[in-house]
């Protein structure tokens, strides 16, 4: 693989590139999904292929191929460039890249159990045997269940003398059951909607799952939300489970630090941001107990999110975001970082794959634990709502306004759980919601939560970001807007 | 073709080559060699899909390129099927050694299944209707020819005194499906987009276009519209929450009618997931609205054949309000005891099929016309971030995006801050008052389909955001 590269970027440099990178990849892929006891989806796939991001005339380029002959790669470096001359007709300024040293290295993410050496059998045994077991409770019209897992290595060689090789296992799971039941759809997933938990981990993230303990929970779950009442539109204390914090944390603090949203970058598709660059170290985001990192490195966790080197070369970190409730950090590259008066990319572009432009992307956005024992949090709250797992979400094109709902809800009364709540959803501004946060649990009840599905950039790429969080209680919240019918 | 590899002047700009795709009968000899290959084999079946792509893609913001990409893509995907158990396994190395290993695969994966007493066998040849949107002059549109556009558009803007960021590309994509009993489909086509979003102060507006025929749109009309629009949504004001009537442009009609689409296949009938269970045959929506599914649209694109081969049928979803047919797979045809209409997923799924090339029957008012017959209503450019809350009542929630107008007394009178809505598309397409002409519409949440501009009254909008 070390030969294409160094044939791309040789070709590149003779044809004017003043600086360029190359990304050889090899993605393996294996899906399986099971619906009423039934095999749904039994597919694996695998791509190879490489792509050149050069600076010619202070402009980029960038080409892809899965002709990996000499002569392809060359003319995908040659095309690369003249791309990159086009790109000049239409610059304003000369594109500039923070200074990075050069490492050769190689890396692999640690699993104790290869998905892709366990036998299938084996795993379409256990989905068909969890779905079985929901489709035992009364009520429950649909069940489905998945597995993904992929092995990515890629080989990224630059111009400046980088050469690392890297190498990723992730592996996903989940279940859901259905019901339907009158003129209503009710649903509930484990251990989280959409696909369930994915993470940088080998088989024994499955093992982890304990499926068959809660395939019935959630398959009895689904059945009883039929009964139960509508959750009430109100202002109110609210707690959330930590996958729906996850995706809170997600929508509302990882996409609008993006530096290319602040830029402007994004501002046709994905969207811009409130966090413009006067915001930086001003900015209440949050209350004084809340503090979030972006943190790449493998310390934090095997998130969607962990690497030891992005895709333009640059080392994992962690950078404070917000801290005791500040807004602390920005995340960046090599092109943008001297915007923010940074000497150093925060080291977070990411490539979905060979034939994708690396863009700026989150890492592990997280929440850091608080102080409370959960059950501690829910015996203090006098009147609140507890929801849990995502069922929609939607917020702003500058990400100020969002509104969440779940798939369940319980009412808190008197420090109890009193009862279950259907159809909960909650809405707010971004900042003021932070800033009502008064509780943040502990280390014990933490989850480094995986959303594998995030789409951003043109053509589209979709990624795999971390989120870890416990659950926490927000207090003035507005509630139930979702079936509000003002 | 003119090489840029000719060019040995490093500052020296060279036409940038589109790529070409691989004739037809490349295609052809993999696929033959597939199913040679798996002949040699335990497969009692065999299916390849072979597809090829070659995209160009030019991006601009703050009135300059700043990403610019090319994509040269090639996958073959097989699918066996020995003793009532099927898989399927993708790969993009097309050497004879690599598509015999991908076979092998696919026939190990099969193996480790139980059996599908349900598997239908696959269907031999089939005639299509042959359908034509592969326009030569979009494929040959170069990176030269992307930027020369995209730097007037940006010139625009700078003479506006406006901020421009958008896309504008072009491609160009074939496939072949073929199987063991002698079926054999290929189609090509070509695709162009241009999109402009216009920024002045912190107002925004925006435009797109999407064609097979680049020369269907011109870029430069495209930013001058959106830029005239950016301009009207200066200073925008707050109005409170509340329910209104909207004249929702065909991209903002787009991008929520695009979420009916999956609740018109037969298999999520079935799995009691759809919002027409129990409900076809009624009088679900208003009389003016019909939707039909017809690839053979001239304003549609995609090929005239699903994911088994089978030819794609026109099928009335709706007609006059009334759900009247669904589309349907072969498994769930024979479930169902229908006729399949060439609608189906690749196999092995569970989602089974879907309308994927919806018309929506227009009316005879426009724009224009909907804001001069209003008192008092909202104009609505674009929504954004649009998702399912209720999946049987579907109720939508989402944002209004780049240009939300206040109209009162026939006029448009000013802008306004953009409102979160929470709205059922049954209640909505209950409340339609005035149709457009139905149109190509491109919008970021559903893929492209023909809609018309409608004017609805009752509109959820439920809260407001700051800008």
Redesign the interface.
């Known amino acids: 693989m070390w030969d294409l590269c160094t044939n791309a970027l040789d070709t590149a440099q003779l044809r004017g590139a003043a600086y360029a990178d190359v990304r050889v990849m090899h993605l393996r892929q294996r899906d399986l999904t099971t619906k009423n006891g039934q095999v749904g989806t039994l597919s694996q796939s695998e791509s190879i292929g490489l792509g050149i991001r050069v600076l010619a005339n202070g402009a980029w380029g960038f080409a892809s191929t899965d002709r990996l002959t000499r002569e392809g790669v060359a003319a995908c470096a040659a095309r690369a460039v003249s791309i990159a001359k086009a790109s000049a007709l239409a610059k304003r300024s000369e594109v500039v890249l923070a200074p990075e040293q050069a490492y050769v290295d190689s890396w692999q993410s640690p699993f104790r159990k290869d998905p892709f050496e366990i036998p299938l059998e084996t795993q379409l045994s256990l989905l068909l045997a969890a779905d079985a077991e929901m489709r035992r409770v009364k009520g429950v019209t649909l069940t489905e269940t998945d597995m993904q897992f992929r092995k990515i290595d890629s080989w990224f060689a630059s111009s400046i003398g980088s050469r690392i090789h890297q190498r990723k296992v992730i592996s996903g799971c989940g279940i859901a059951a259905t019901s339907f039941q009158g003129e209503e759809i009710q649903k509930r997933s484990y251990p989280n909607s959409f696909g369930g938990q994915h993470a940088l981990q080998g088989y024994e993230l499955v093992d982890s799952l304990d499926l068959m303990r809660n395939a019935p929970i959630i398959a009895e779950e689904a059945a009883a939300l039929h009964s139960a009442s509508q959750c009430p539109e109100k202002v109110g204390t609210l707690i959330l489970g930590a996958s729906q914090l996850g995706l809170q944390i997600h929508e509302s603090i990882g996409h609008p630090i993006e530096l290319d949203r602040v830029l402007g970058q994004e501002a046709n598709f994905a969207g811009t941001s409130f966090l413009t660059l006067d915001q930086l170290n001003k900015l209440q985001y949050a209350s004084s107990i809340v503090n979030v990192v972006a943190d790449a490195r493998l310390d934090h966790g095997q998130g969607l999110g962990t690497f030891a080197y992005d895709d333009e070369g640059v080392p994992a970190q962690c950078t404070d975001i917000i801290k005791a409730g500040k807004f602390r950090g920005y995340l960046s590259n090599r092109e943008t970082a001297h915007l923010v008066g940074l000497d150093r990319s925060s080291g977070t572009m990411r490539t979905e794959s060979w034939n994708r432009l690396p863009i700026i992307r989150m890492t592990n956005v997280s929440l850091l634990p608080g102080a409370w024992d959960y059950d501690e949090l829910i015996a203090d709250t006098h009147d609140g709502i507890l929801m849990e797992t995502n069922r929609s979400w939607s917020i702003d094109d500058r990400r100020y306004q969002f509104q969440f709902s779940t798939e369940i809800g319980w009412e808190i009364k008197g420090g109890k759980k009193v009862r279950m709540l259907k159809n909960p959803s909650y809405s707010g501004i971004t900042t003021e919601f932070w800033n009502s946060c008064d509780a943040i649990c502990r280390f014990d009840h933490w989850t480094l939560w995986g959303t594998p599905n995030c789409g951003k950039g043109q053509p589209m790429q979709t990624m795999g970001t971390g989120h870890g969080a416990s659950p926490a209680r927000f207090r003035n919240v507005r509630i139930g807007t979702a079936f509000s019918n003002q | 073709m003119k090489?840029?590899?000719k060019?040995s002047n490093?500052?020296?700009?060279?036409r940038?080559p589109a790529?070409e795709l691989l004739p037809e009968r490349e295609l052809r000899r993999i696929v033959d060699t597939v199913l040679r290959l798996a002949k040699s084999t335990v497969a009692e079946e065999t299916e390849v899909h072979v597809d090829e792509i070659a995209?160009?893609?030019?991006?601009?913001?703050?009135?300059?390129?700043?990403?610019?990409?090319?994509?040269?893509?090639?996958?073959v995907?097989i699918r066996t099927v020995v003793d009532s158990r099927?898989?399927?396994?993708?790969?993009?190395?097309i050497d004879e050694d690599s598509l015999r290993a991908t076979i092998e695969?696919?026939l190990?994966?099969?193996h480790?299944?139980?059996k599908?007493p349900s598997l239908l066998p696959m269907p031999g040849k089939q005639r299509y209707s042959r359908v034509n949107r592969f326009i030569k002059q979009t494929a040959a549109l170069?990176?030269?020819d992307?930027?020369?556009a995209?730097?007037r558009a940006?010139d625009l803007a700078v003479k506006k005194g406006q901020?421009a960021?958008?896309?504008y590309?072009n491609g160009q994509s074939q496939s072949a499906l073929a199987n063991s009993r002698g079926l054999f489909a290929a189609y090509r086509e070509t695709r162009s987009e241009f999109?402009?979003?216009m920024?002045e102060d912190s107002a925004?507006s925006?435009a797109k276009a999407n064609s097979a025929d680049v020369r269907a749109f011109d870029p430069q009309k495209l930013a001058a519209r959106a830029g005239e629009k950016a301009h009207l949504a200066v200073n925008a004001r707050e109005l409170a929450?509340?329910r209104y009537a909207v004249i929702l442009e065909p991209a903002a009609v787009l991008d929520l009618v695009g979420f009916l689409f999956y609740d018109f296949a037969a298999t999520a009938l079935a799995?009691?997931?759809s919002c027409l269970?129990e409900r076809m045959g009624k009088q679900l929506f208003g009389q003016n609205i019909s939707i039909t599914d017809d690839v053979y649209h001239p304003l549609q694109q995609g090929a005239p054949f699903d994911g088994e081969g089978l030819p794609r049928q026109r099928v009335v979803l709706v007609d006059r309000g009334i759900p009247k047919n669904l589309v349907y797979s072969r498994a769930a045809a024979k479930a169902a005891h229908k006729q399949p209409t060439g609608h189906g997923f690749a196999l092995?799924?569970?989602y089974g099929e879907a309308p994927m090339n919806l018309v929506f029957g227009g009316g005879d008012s426009s724009v224009e016309k909907m804001v001069a017959s209003t008192d008092r209503g909202l104009l609505v450019t674009r929504l954004?971030?649009?998702?399912?809350?209720?999946?049987?009542?579907k109720?939508m929630?989402?944002?209004t995006?780049d240009g939300l107008f206040l109209v009162e007394n026939g006029q448009v009178t000013g802008a306004v801050r953009?409102f979160?809505f929470?709205q059922s598309l049954i209640e909505m397409l209950k409340n339609v008052e005035l149709l457009g002409p139905a149109v190509r519409a491109t919008g970021?949440e559903a893929f492209e389909m023909v809609v018309p501009a409608m004017k609805v009254h009752g509109f959820?909008f439920?809260?407001?955001?700051?800008?």
Not at chain 2, 55 to 75: K, M, S
Not at chain 2, 86 to 93: D, F, G
Not at chain 2, 384 to 393: A, F, G, K, L, M
Request: hydrophobic share 35%; charged share 20%; proline share 4%.
């Open positions: 090489s840029t590899a060019s490093a500052s020296a700009i060279s940038v790529s995209n160009a893609l030019t991006r601009f913001a703050n009135n300059a390129i700043h990403q610019n990409v090319a994509e040269h893509g090639l996958t995907s099927t898989a399927r396994v993708t790969t993009n190395r695969a696919s190990s994966l099969a480790s299944e139980p599908i170069s990176a030269e992307r930027a020369r995209v730097r940006c901020v960021a958008g896309i590309s999109s402009v979003t920024q925004a925006w929450p509340g799995d009691k997931r269970n092995p799924n569970e954004w971030y649009i998702r399912e809350v209720d999946p049987y009542e109720v929630t989402g944002m995006r953009n979160r929470n970021e959820h439920s809260e407001v955001t700051k800008f």
